[in-house]
């Protein structure tokens, strides 16, 4: 027997080959695998399902039940249950919103301030978009995107103080102005409209930049090119091809961004005052501070969740674009 025959009948050449297989070699071959495997993967109809069950039920778990069961509670006439009490079906916590012009004067407050402030959000966040995708190297775009990034790496708390540190009596931009000249005192910043909106417009700006910046980054440079030759000046180019072609990033990053503002309620405690109390402070007082009153709070939270998705439903119809856009 020569060397490398021995050498064969002690190592692993001598395991034959059917034996050599990887753990998930021997699951692959077995026969109760493929029998599952056969039988969930048989059509393309079961393999959808297969796929689609997580989807659907992180969905129904995760977004869709709360939300039912908020609605639930919001036809009860008390929540959390007590012991010995059968909670009862009502609509007065519905009746409550429009009873009290304490509740109505908020409301409509948060819808305006949203409004606004998604409006301040695409006018600022638009030519960073723009520049970054038609300026910007394509190499140097990523490194770009993550300096801008930066303030989000922290949350949305430490973002809200870094304003009020800003906006404050002795913040940076009073002392800016007072070395400038251009003031004796402080002026009063906080707690108003203006850090309110300076804070959202902030704390929201990711939301509208990322989407136009997907969207103006497709526009072909070409298409601008062809317009320059045709004649078109700077504006007309914007107006007639850059503005058109952007349309789905402006719907999607207004649509974010407004529903989130609609919601936000750290920002408008620590940097609004009392003449700038949005809904979300008066359903927070429902469910922290008025004790059994969830069923109110509940049923608020929904007519500002109906409000909220109807004037997205209007802004998407007027845009020209369905919710079913917004995925591609």
């Known amino acids: 027997m020569t060397q ?3 050498q064969r009948a002690g190592g692993r050449d001598t395991v034959p080959r059917s034996m050599r297989r990887s753990f998930w070699g021997a699951v692959m071959t077995n026969g109760a695998y493929g029998s599952v495997t056969g039988f969930l993967f048989k059509s393309q109809r079961r393999q959808f399902l297969l796929l689609a069950s997580l989807p659907i039920f992180w969905i129904l778990f995760a977004n869709i039940g709360p939300i039912l069961q908020m609605v639930r509670i919001s036809f ?32 409509f407050r948060t819808l305006a301030y949203s409004v606004v402030f998604t409006v301040a959000t695409l006018i600022i966040t638009y030519p960073v978009a723009y520049f970054l995708a038609k300026h910007v190297k394509r190499s140097s775009q990523l490194l770009f995107l993550l300096l801008l990034l930066i303030p989000f790496w922290v949350g949305e708390i430490v973002r809200t103080y870094a304003i009020m540190i800003l906006l404050g009596n002795n913040g940076a931009v009073n002392l800016i102005l007072k070395s400038l000249g251009l003031i004796e005192r402080p002026i009063p910043f906080m707690y108003t409209s203006f850090s309110l909106g300076v804070g959202i417009v902030y704390l929201t700006a990711l939301y509208m930049l990322l ?23 700077a504006w ?28 936000y309620y750290a920002a408008p405690v620590l940097l609004g005052g ?6 979300a402070e008066t359903i927070a007082g429902f469910f922290h501070v008025a004790g059994d009153q969830w069923p109110t709070g509940a049923a608020f939270s929904t007519i500002m969740l109906i409000s909220a998705l109807a004037i997205t439903g209007l802004f998407l119809k007027l845009i020209g674009r369905s919710g079913k856009g917004l995925m591609q």
Do not use: H, M
């Open 236 to 263: 007309t180019r914007f107006r007639r091809v850059t503005l058109p072609l952007s349309k789905e990033g402006i719907a999607s990053g207004c649509t974010l961004v407004f529903l989130i503002s609609t919601g």
């Open 4 to 6: 490398t025959d021995t």
């Open 76 to 107: 009860l006439d008390s929540y959390p249950p007590t012991v010995g009490y059968q909670p009862q079906l009502t609509l007065r916590n519905w009746n409550n919103f429009f009873a009290e012009r304490i509740f109505i004067v908020p409301y």
């Open 274 to 279: 009392p003449s700038t109390t949005v809904f």
């Open 211 to 233: 989407p136009l910046y997907s969207a103006l980054e497709k526009i072909p440079n070409t298409y601008l090119e062809a317009a320059a030759d045709l004649g078109a000046g």
